[in-house]
């Protein structure tokens, strides 16, 4: 059975170097087979590595943390434009407190 993979934002994204997270964001650039994105927390990271369009203003990725500032894309998820960054930065938070630890994982 694989780890649960972890739910994050800019900050939190950290803790996970070399492993596979969920993160959900807000596009702001597309260049060149590279997405810039906003992270719920505003954080900037670049997402590397998809072979699928992006659509919308809104994206989940599963991939793998490459830096402090890079994922390298296993897959991802076009969202409804209407996606709240201010409450997926909220679920983040209460997943990563250690009582609730693992319940929000993918």
Do not use: W
């Not at 203003?57 to 599963?62: G, Q």
């Amino acid at each position: 059975m694989e780890d649960p993979i972890p739910r994050v934002n800019f900050e939190t994204m950290q803790r996970y170097h070399g492993k596979k997270v969920t993160l959900c964001c807000q596009i702001s650039q597309i260049e060149n087979g590279q997405v810039r994105v906003m992270t719920a927390d505003k954080g900037e990271v670049t997402v590397v590595g998809g072979a699928t369009p992006y659509e919308g203003r809104f994206v989940e990725v599963l991939g793998t943390v490459a830096n402090p500032n890079t994922i390298q894309e296993i897959e991802h998820t076009n969202l409804s434009d209407n996606f709240s960054l201010d409450m997926y930065n909220e679920l983040v938070k209460l997943s990563h407190k250690d009582a609730y630890m693992g319940m929000f994982s993918t």
